[in-house]
């Protein structure tokens, strides 16, 4: 570190105050200048030299004295510009963009390989949680097996309060959004996306392979009911939004849904907005990182880790952090959800009377499934019964089927969505 | 990479196998020469080369052709000997030994920086769970407040079973004997003594101070008793052996003995022989690294990562990973136990006649003790009552005047050993 690191900040918004707060103490960097949308409605940070600011960031990522960019825009439109054009321009970049790294990261890093400069994104995935850098480097020695997290603390808040309130979704929401943990529009939390993009991250790196995230397989937090997170109780489980990734022979199964979470693994008790990723792989065999997904502070810090490894390294001729370079060469094949295999969680409306469980059971077995559980539970006045299944470990396709000829007897009302249970 | 770099193990153990197993198959590195004690009591290893082993590890240490030495003997003998003339010889070492780093890891620190090479441990603490690099990369901006930690697999297996089954400590022990979780002399480990190296090494470096282990405070697990396990559940803890360090005022308060833990926190949920570490930092906020503590691959697993570490950046002018250095200046003031503040729980055997309560009240009151619950419990036919208090956060010297006075009153029987509660 014989001489001070120039840096670029596009963005103050959140993150990118947070970012600001922490560097600018840091005799180590030198934050040169700050790229804003408009001068005037900066948001206010004790101490903030004003002429720092430009509405120009063309300026910035052109500059020649700037060695480091951080990007903490969002979006894939100018953010995507500003970070070619520096990469290009032989900067290294450290970005917060888990949307940007998730659909174009592979052109992005190929470009950063062919200047010969890094593109580093600890903080867009679990936000302040180290998770990339222990991945390439911690757990270099192993090969990954299966990888499944909370990534997403806008929903992990609404189930928990789902759970331990026994409250409906829509009133969860209304909570969560009054108290700031979701925004206005949720979409891209409770149906998953923000998982998806993050999941498609961590897949790309722990299997070494191009990820098409638009392939997927997505389930939100919106259908859930408080019901089921009280049988699920009785089972031992929680229900948390699991975004997995495993290697399934040569293909990847990657995907994000609620699933039932064993009471015994840690993993059942990360609540409220924590975020917690479980990896599975040889030697290590099983570790978790868990903490702060987000907010201002907590990005930072991981923001900011990328900044200093860059900054201790800068001098170093030939290879700067190697380890960290993103370059997968073959494309994922990624397994439809129909063709994966999972337990199962069924809770099925079926009139009170002798036969129906050995009926579910019967037909069940002809494809070749096998129910662990089949629990009658509340029976109303009415004469209907809630029946609760946990299947053994079947493909999802033949349980499709299994249902789809279930729900042909007459004496089953309604077959509520299933819910796959996590294998831990 | 451009050329193989050339390994010597030092040790054929457990740990010194798993190392082997993995590294034999990694084009990057070839593994020169294995040194063990006798070569004719060496473990059996599928397609062990035996041309590789020497019970000399001087000839290894002193090969100028080996660049990286790994120490796995374990101790503060030999193993002090060798890593000091494999470092005096410019060869960087990776060690998986805690009580030597413990001990005399800050002089071995200053060899390796006067010959410019590293020395890496990231298997000393917490086994194959990634710890020493998150926290000195990717938590390079945070400045740390406090670290907490289960950081023994064996005294987490015996308090797991002593709750799950409401046994005796003596009973659980002898079980985890025989399940080779539990050594023949357990001391190292149930005494805290283990967890203390660990938490010497993760408080250096958190609060980069030199730290004289010696003077951690150390209480074991072997006086509890299942009966504490039941009414800290019933307050809503879990009791686990906590390896705490955290930065007061100018001095550190770091020291090792059971406590009581919210089950609100994940801390409390991690069972049998997992390990795991909580860190308070800013601007990060708390994270927590979980995963398997100790055995063959798992350790293998961080010994590996820290070679390929090296071995990545080897051939790397000026830096060779600076920030994984360990160069302390300063010796760290320690905080004497009876000057540290903290929650307490205590139990206590009284008569069941009225006015005891408002006795044990009144006399904590005096000394400025707030009794956050104060509950009787069960009484026997004798007429004997358990009262179990959960303090608030008090001086322990306060604390302990206040029980001195209390077991001065004749209706109080016996005051059993207090228990910390842990703040997280």
């Not at 005037?40 to 030299?49: A, K, R, S």
């Amino acid at each position: 570190m014989e001489q001070v690191v120039n840096i670029g900040l596009l963005g103050l918004g959140t993150v990118g105050g947070g970012v600001y707060k922490v560097l600018r103490n840091n005799p180590a960097v030198n934050i040169v200048k700050i790229a804003v949308k408009d001068k005037n409605e900066v948001q206010e940070i004790d101490g903030l030299d004003k002429n720092l600011l430009t509405e120009d960031a063309k300026v910035i990522v052109t500059n020649p004295d700037i060695d480091i960019i951080i990007e903490v825009i969002g979006g894939t439109g100018a953010a995507y510009e500003f970070i070619k054009m520096a990469l290009e321009r032989g900067k290294h970049v450290v970005t917060a963009n888990k949307e940007l790294i998730a659909k174009r990261g592979d052109e992005l890093f190929e470009i950063a390989k062919q200047n010969n400069v890094l593109l580093l994104f600890e903080a867009a995935v679990g936000g302040g949680i180290p998770i990339i850098m222990p991945m390439k480097m911690s757990l270099a020695a192993n090969k990954f097996e299966k990888i499944a997290g909370i990534l997403n603390g806008t929903t992990n808040y609404i189930l928990t309060k789902m759970d331990e309130d026994n409250a409906d979704y829509e009133v969860v929401l209304k909570e969560a959004q009054e108290l700031g943990y979701a925004e206005a529009d949720p979409t891209g939390d409770v149906l998953g996306y923000d998982a998806a993009y993050k999941i498609a991250i961590l897949a790309s790196i722990a299997f070494k392979k191009k990820i098409d995230q638009s392939q997927i397989y997505r389930e939100g937090i919106d259908t859930l009911s408080p019901i089921e997170f009280k049988y699920a109780e009785d089972f031992g489980y929680k229900i948390k939004l699991i975004a997995l990734a495993q290697s399934v022979g040569n293909k990847l199964d990657v995907r994000v849904h609620p699933m039932l979470v064993s009471k015994t693994h840690p993993l059942a008790h990360i609540n409220n907005v924590t975020n917690s990723v479980v990896m599975q792989a040889q030697p290590v065999n099983q570790v978790m990182f868990t903490g702060p997904g987000a907010g201002e502070m907590p990005t930072a810090s991981s923001v900011c880790a990328d900044v200093l490894s860059i900054v201790s390294e800068i001098h170093t001729t030939n290879f700067l952090l190697p380890e960290m370079r993103c370059n997968n060469t073959e494309k994922a094949d990624i397994l439809p959800i129909d063709e994966t295999e999972n337990k199962y969680f069924i809770r099925i409306d079926a009139t009170d009377t002798p036969g129906v469980i050995g009926s579910i059971g019967n037909i069940c077995s002809k494809f070749g499934i096998n129910l662990n559980y089949i629990i009658q539970k509340d029976v109303t006045k009415d004469g209907m019964a809630t029946i609760v299944i946990l299947t053994g470990m079947c493909k999802e396709k033949d349980l499709i089927t299994a249902l789809n000829e279930l729900s042909n007897l007459s004496s089953i009302n309604t077959i509520h969505k299933l819910i796959r249970v996590m294998e831990l």
